[in-house]
């Protein structure tokens, strides 16, 4: 009778113990996994990426110096497209995710040849870059004649970050420059913003 009774607690026990322990993992499309992420975290996501570059695509599909340009050149043009930097204070925040998103966007659009990546990545070794991100553009001339690129474009990330009684909110900056190379002339400036709104309770997320 105390063996039975063993047993049953046994039973009991490992049932309890694998009812707490047990996983279950879900596939999400896109919009449901950006939901759930921001359930649990304030951090830069896919989602984000997406949406920065694909307003930043709108900004120079209108953009009326910028298409006024190619428009009355009547060719196509070579550009070179430098890294946007990360100069917020996340140190994981995805730049190298939204460098490629952005080239995809800019491939994709047909508005310029680009740079090869193997002399891509070798330029960009030897660009001198400013304080604020940007190429020096003394730097970019001489780089852009060695690789008969016509445009550069650079930007960078900036993050302001307001907290008052628990709460957060992260106003994201991303800025973007396209230069004439021969002429040194600015033709394309865009700063697209995303804000963040986070709440943390006092039992934690």
């Known amino acids: 009778m105390k063996v039975q009774v063993i047993n049953i607690g046994l039973s009991i026990l490992m049932m309890t113990i694998y009812s707490c322990s047990s996983f279950q993992a879900e596939r999400l499309d896109q919009k449901k996994s950006d939901e759930a992420a921001l359930k649990i975290s304030d951090q830069w996501l896919q989602a984000d990426t997406e949406k920065v570059i694909s307003d930043v695509m709108i900004e120079m599909k209108e953009h009326v110096g910028l298409r006024r340009f190619l428009a009355q050149n009547g060719r196509d043009f070579k550009l070179l ?67 008969g690129a016509d445009l550069i474009i650079f930007g960078n990330v900036y993050m302001k970050p307001e907290t008052r009684d628990g709460k957060t909110i992260k ?15 600015e033709i394309f400036r865009s700063r697209v913003k995303l804000s963040k709104y986070s709440e943390q309770s006092k039992l934690g997320w």
Not at 118 to 139: C, K
């Open 81 to 147: 497209v430098g890294d946007v930097k990360n100069l917020t204070h996340e140190a994981y925040f995805p730049i190298s995710e939204l460098n490629e998103e952005f080239l995809n966007a800019l491939s994709k659009s047909g508005d310029f040849i680009l740079v090869e990546s193997e002399s891509r990545d070798q330029i960009l070794r030897e660009l001198t870059y400013q304080n604020d991100g940007m190429v020096d553009p003394a730097s970019a001339k001489k780089i852009g004649k060695q690789v």
């Open 171 to 185: 106003q994201y900056s991303v800025n973007l420059r396209i230069t004439d190379l021969e002429k040194g002339l």
